[in-house]
């Protein structure tokens, strides 16, 4: 493991004080051995109407890091190692032995800084896929490097999964990580979030065993990556909630062929974050290992002394091209790459240790020549090493030790109603407080809700608690630390929770719309749902997003209406309800908060407050398993299978039909990933006659997957041919008249059922 002790910092003379922060308009100073620092800002005011006190600009001394001669030569043996293991990957990709390439070169020397003062297993890690070199000098091998590379199934990063350079490592809280530039940003901030509400939540004070009082939580990130909103996001919460995350902005100039300055207004990142209150900011020099060493260590400080976030902007080079999937030389003038070449941090701190007569050339060379020697054995093992199994490609897709559609999730039968029958609000929200009552991981958040963020102002104010009033009064049940508001921005809801839940928090956020979840697409998508098989079970994000669906609400128009739930049930690890009533919301809401994955819990708006689905209390244990269908009515002629809204709307056109002289089942599905196949299978063999409604449009909607594998597995049952009854190919207008013409009516389902019973 990697010398991970405090590192001692001693005065420069007077002629190397570091100078103090230049002008907005010019470019970050760089010396040889120091860094331009921002002083540490006062504590913001503990008023939430009043914004932080200013930082004065001055200058600090810096100071230069009091290493012995064996010390200085680790750092050369871990950057040049690093070094080694790039180019030892290149080879294997030129001689098709590996399937992709990324390095790091270039970034080393501000990288190794970074691992000697953070402690592995102590402090967490989310670092990009430059950072080969921080993970090597917080304890990673070259062979887990180099079976990363070559897809074994030992690979700690991924166990085979992912490519290369996408780092995590359980044993040393290096959290996995992926390919979207900038997701990682948000996790950091709510991994680091999780230690400071697990300081704040009395129930959990003694239950923390995996935080440490003044833990860091790294993150990194290039130049390019910071043109992405949630970076900016990221920054926000990290300053606001003054959270120990330490933003590592590696700039190398490049986002694989864009310069910085087109990425950037004025070309200079940290010149825009510079005003951000409680934010520690220095610029180094990323290729001098001692200048980023005196960065570092001040930066980490400021955060374990938990006065607010620090940003370092290291300015590095990249010698090689982005990846090997891309050449540099279609782009980059050949004398701008020979000016990187000079800024070398591997041979430039060669060249420092025999100036300073640490070592002499044939040392170094010996040094090169052991870690070539190493570097070879260890691809040769990582080639040896044995594939993941075929049949291992469906491990941890969902949790492996909790299955939600299990018995044990099953208590529908022993329900116990009693009390007045309340709403589906009503239930929610009991189930809510319930859930947070018994288990104190549980944390609530999303816009506006909380009862009412300021505190001081609670008992003057009735509350919001959501603007559907779903979380209304757990703010002042269970108090701010666990139920809280978020800013506008749905990515920031849903990157924390997932942080959060990877620290063993469970996170219950709302996204107050349907219509307004895909910002959180990226975070949702690629990272939620993939934690748990990206990482082969290593890592996983259990939580619950609730959200408001669907239509029928007259006036809610394009925004305020959308349904489509065919995006997500199509993301396998997500677990996807949907219920259609009160006593059906508390059970599977329930079984939400209570399995191990992540769930979209989607509540329909317009069900929200109908006297028809009304329930009283089913008990504090009730739950409902995941994929176990309801039959609502009882039928002998044709089926129809359906969800959401449409149960109701098909039970009046059942009734109706009724009147006909035709005799209707229908079956609530419930849960829509995963699905009760058991019981479509059962009504289709029963009535040989089906109808699939849902509220979605036609084309592509949920019910196209159903009807397609009752056609394909239950044909020989079948006397007609599948029906569907759902919204037309467009959107949801405001005009009343409009919306009923778009969206899916009992009467649509009525000339559906005449139509497949005449057929």
Same mark, same amino acid.
């Given at each position: ?570 993301? !396998?690890?997500? $677990? +996807? ?11 599977? %809401?329930?079984? *939400? @908060? ?126 007609? !041919?599948?029906? $569907? +009854? ?11 008249? %409009?919306?009923? *013409? @778009? ?17």
């Amino acid at each position: 493991m990697p010398d991970t002790k405090v590192l001692k910092l001693v005065p420069k003379t007077q002629a190397e004080v570091a100078k103090p922060l230049a002008p907005a308009e010019q470019k970050p100073v760089e010396q040889k051995a120091s860094a331009a620092v921002r002083p540490a800002p006062q504590p913001a005011s503990a008023r939430v109407d009043q914004p932080a006190p200013k930082p004065e600009r001055a200058a600090q001394p810096a100071a230069r890091p009091q290493l012995s001669p064996e010390e200085m030569l680790k750092i050369y043996r871990t950057m040049y190692l690093s070094r080694r293991l790039d180019d030892k990957e290149i080879q294997l990709k030129n001689q098709n032995k590996i399937f992709f390439q990324i390095s790091g070169a270039g970034h080393e020397a501000v990288l190794v800084a970074a691992g000697m003062t953070l402690k592995p297993a102590y402090d967490w890690f989310y670092p990009y896929y430059r950072d080969r070199a921080l993970c090597l000098q917080l304890g990673m091998t070259p062979l887990e490097q180099l079976l990363s590379a070559v897809g074994a199934e030992q690979d700690p990063n991924s166990h085979g999964r992912q490519m290369p350079s996408h780092w995590g490592h359980k044993k040393l809280n290096i959290v996995s990580q992926s390919s979207p530039t900038g997701t990682q940003l948000l996790q950091a901030v709510g991994c680091a979030e999780a230690g400071y509400r697990f300081q704040l939540i009395k129930e959990l004070d003694k239950r923390a065993a995996n935080f440490q009082k003044d833990e860091v939580v790294y993150v990194s990130l290039g130049d390019g990556t910071s043109s992405e909103g949630e970076f900016w996001e990221a920054l926000n919460t990290a300053c606001n909630l003054k959270l120990p995350v330490l933003f590592l902005l590696e700039d190398n100039g490049y986002a694989i062929s864009v310069p910085v300055e087109v990425q950037t207004a004025g070309g200079d990142v940290s010149r825009l974050v510079e005003n951000f209150p409680n934010l520690y900011l220095q610029r180094c020099d990323g290729t001098d290992a001692i200048e980023s060493l005196v960065a570092m260590q001040r930066a980490v400080d400021y955060c374990r002394a938990r006065k607010g976030p620090a940003f370092i902007h290291a300015k590095v080079i990249r010698p090689y091209s982005h990846s090997l999937s891309d050449d540099e030389r279609l782009y980059r003038p050949d004398e701008e790459r020979t000016a990187d070449a000079e800024r070398d941090p591997v041979k430039r701190f060669g060249v420092r240790l025999i100036d300073e007569g640490i070592i002499d050339q044939n040392g170094l060379q010996k040094i090169k020549d052991d870690i070539d020697a190493a570097v070879n054995e260890a691809a040769d093992a990582a080639l040896a090493s044995p594939q993941p199994a075929r049949e291992t490609a469906k491990l941890y897709v969902y949790s492996p030790n909790v299955d939600p559609t299990a018995k044990d999730f099953d208590t529908e039968d022993r329900a116990q109603l009693t009390g007045n029958a309340g709403t589906m609000v009503d239930l929610i929200n009991r189930c809510l407080h319930t859930e947070m009552a018994r288990d104190p991981h549980v944390v609530v958040f999303g816009e506006d809700v909380a009862d009412c963020s300021r505190e001081q102002s609670l008992d003057k104010v009735k509350g919001k608690g959501g603007v559907f009033k779903v979380t209304a009064n757990l703010q002042r049940k269970f108090g701010s630390a666990r139920v809280f508001n978020s800013p506008l921005a749905e990515a920031n809801i849903v990157g924390r929770a997932i942080g959060m839940a990877t620290r063993g928090l469970k996170p219950v956020v709302e996204i107050q719309f349907f219509d307004y979840i895909w910002p959180a697409m990226h975070q949702i998508r690629n990272e939620l749902a993939l934690m748990r098989w990206r990482s082969g079970g290593d890592w996983s994000a259990p939580l619950v997003m609730r959200v408001p669906v669907g239509g029928y609400l007259r006036g809610g128009a394009v925004y305020h209406s959308q349904s489509g739930v065919s995006t997500f049930t199509q993301i !396998p690890g997500l $677990r +996807v309800v949907y219920p259609s009533n009160a006593l059906d919301a508390n059970g599977l %809401l329930r079984t *939400a @908060i209570r399995c191990d994955d992540p769930v979209l819990f989607l509540e329909h708006k317009h069900l929200y407050r109908q006297t028809y689905n009304k329930s009283q209390y089913p008990g504090d244990d009730f739950m409902i398993p995941f994929g176990k269908a309801k039959t609502v009515r009882e039928g002998k002629d044709l089926s129809i299978i359906t969800y959401g809204a449409l149960v109701q709307r098909s039970v009046v056109a059942a009734k109706q039909a009724e009147q006909q002289g035709i005799s209707v089942e229908i079956i609530d599905l419930r849960s829509l990933a995963p699905y009760d196949w058991d019981a479509i299978t059962a009504t289709v063999k029963k009535t040989s006659k089906v109808i699939v409604a849902h509220e979605d449009s036609l084309s592509f909607g949920y019910g196209a997957e159903i009807a397609a594998r009752i056609s394909n597995e239950l044909f020989e049952y079948l006397d007609a !041919p599948v029906s $569907r +009854v759902a919204a037309m190919d467009t959107f949801v207008a405001y005009a009343p008249q %409009l919306e009923d *013409a @778009i969206l899916p009516q009992a009467s649509d389902v009525l000339a559906a059922i005449n139509s497949l019973r005449s057929y």
